[in-house]
């Protein structure tokens, strides 16, 4: 699914009606129509709904939206900020569409001071928030910035209409420093603009955010972002095994990581790659942590590799025997997970890398070693294909700069990066970003908050190269999905346990559950966020 911007979403709807004929006031009652559908689904004991209305288009789909709450038999309150006579187009339609005759009650607010004289409106199971969409440009003013501040006071939750009023289309940021109306859910339409993917648009994490088709073709849907939403790579897992199929079908993963007192980092990877569905995993770890992480899982395959007194991989392990021996048969190279940076675990790092051509990801302190070797990294990155999986930290090191600088500018600097090393590259974080070599960036929306512990980079490592054996011809698609199923994994477990309890191997009890999740909904609804707790079961 791609994302596009304002002005992108714009061309959009015109060639909806011009090219493909379909009439803009189809577009608002089929936006209406969704509107009016989330809002009962999401809010399904909201009786009295109160639904606030700008002038513009976003309006109209509120108004369209009251009349069909109206006519289903919810007590419907409707507020239009400023005349009816300023209203044009569709949303002149919808207004006498809706008055004419009247559904539910409906009072015209012209100035600030009169919002007071309507406060019994704000004692409402659900407000609809229809002020400002995506043609908004900061700063809110005049009767919308009245509106947000005559809402607050309300205790109701709150249905943004393809945005909270306030927040810009194309902002990339997580926060925004502006006048925002809060929401509780949002609705917008045909694909996600930039605020969908990258911002913190509700409350809190898990609660939904959904794009709902209104009918443009896909051939209006045009976009020079180079943007995508992640979760769109969920469907190459979803295509059924053949039933003749054998172990040797789905690849073999080689984890190369450990050392004394990191011993279950490699042991999570190894893990993650099994339950993502890759044929066999080995783990290559130093002799004196081989027991721990056999314990792991019996499934997990294990390989003894020399090591230092300090308990570290020793680059003995270069020997061109053993490292045939080593590499014999593997699809894909996980490398990092607890490693260590000694000087001969540094050699030995390096040297794998060198004399293999198997595609690669690359975690933790792999990519600490190669942050101080820049010229191998684009080495290493010809003719193969190359993943490297760095929280801010890592990636400030890899491109020589600071964290902050890296979160000020994240898809930029993920971008940029991947393209001038020739890597995908994962930039973890709250909405993780996948970056091509091509250029392409994709947006993850899954994940939150009890994600911030030790050992989840190692499960998502795992992942990574587990859906990388089992996709070698589609890479890029193979780490989105692993990307945006690491996150909803981790978000089921959230949602049945704890966000503060959650475990980095939690998400791996729940990985199943996030295979068989679909992210359509019934009304064709696509779920950027918060599905989970607003459907009841993983299938719906």
Known sequence: MHVLSAAEMQACDRATSERFRVPSIDLMRAAGAAVAAMARETFPHARRITVVCGRGNNGGDGMMAARLLAAAGLEVTTILLGSPTDLKGDAAVAWQELASPQHGLIHVVNAAEE???????????????????????????????????????????????????????????????????????VVTFTVPKPAHVFGQLTRRWNQPIVVAP????????????????????????????????????????????????????????????????????????????LPMV???????????????PAGRISAENLAPELLAELTKGMTVLAIGPGLGQSPETTKFTTGLLSNTKIPAVIDADALNILAAK????????????????????????????????VQANRLEMARGFARRVGVTLVLKGAR????????????????????????????????????????????????????????????????????????????????SQAFRFRSGGRNGYVWLQGGLACRSSPRD
């Open 115 to 185: 919002l007071a004289r309507r406060n019994d409106a704000l004692a409402a199971d659900l407000i609809v928030d229809a002020v400002l969409g995506t043609g908004f440009k900061p700063p809110m003013k005049g009767l919308a910035l009245a509106a947000l501040e005559w809402v607050k006071p309300s205790q109701a939750p709150i249905l943004a209409v393809d945005l909270p009023s306030g927040w810009p289309a194309d902002e990339l940021a997580a926060t925004v420093d502006t006048q925002v109306v809060p929401a509780d859910a």
């Open 214 to 289: 209104i009918g443009s073709p896909e051939g209006a849907i045009v976009s020079a972002l180079g943007i995508d939403w992640a979760g769109s790579a969920h469907a190459l897992t979803e295509t059924p095994r053949a039933a003749g199929a054998h172990k040797g079908n789905f690849g073999h993963v080689l984890v190369v990581g450990g050392s004394v007192g990191k011993s279950g980092a490699p042991g999570m990877a190894g893990l993650a790659a099994i339950r993502a569905g890759a044929g066999l995993v080995t783990a290559a770890v130093p002799a004196p942590v």
């Open 294 to 308: 056999a314990a792991v899982a019996p499934e997990l395959m294990t390989h003894s590799l020399l090591a230092t």
């Open 374 to 405: 820049p010229v191998l990294l684009s080495k290493l990155a010809k003719g193969r294909t190359l993943v490297l999986t760095p929280h801010p930290g890592e990636m400030a090191r890899l491109a020589g700069t600071t964290t902050t600088e």
């Open 432 to 511: 993780t970003i996948v970056a091509h070599p091509d250029g392409r960036v994709a947006v993850n929306t899954s994940g939150n908050p009890g994600m911030a512990k030790g050992g989840s980079g190692d499960v998502l490592t795992g992942l990574v190269a587990g859906l990388l054996a089992q996709s070698p011809d589609e890479p890029a698609r193979a780490v989105e999905a692993a990307v945006y199923l690491h996150g909803l994994a981790a978000d089921f477990a959230a949602h049945n346990d704890d966000e503060h309890t959650l475990l980095a191997t939690d998400t791996l009890r729940h990985l």
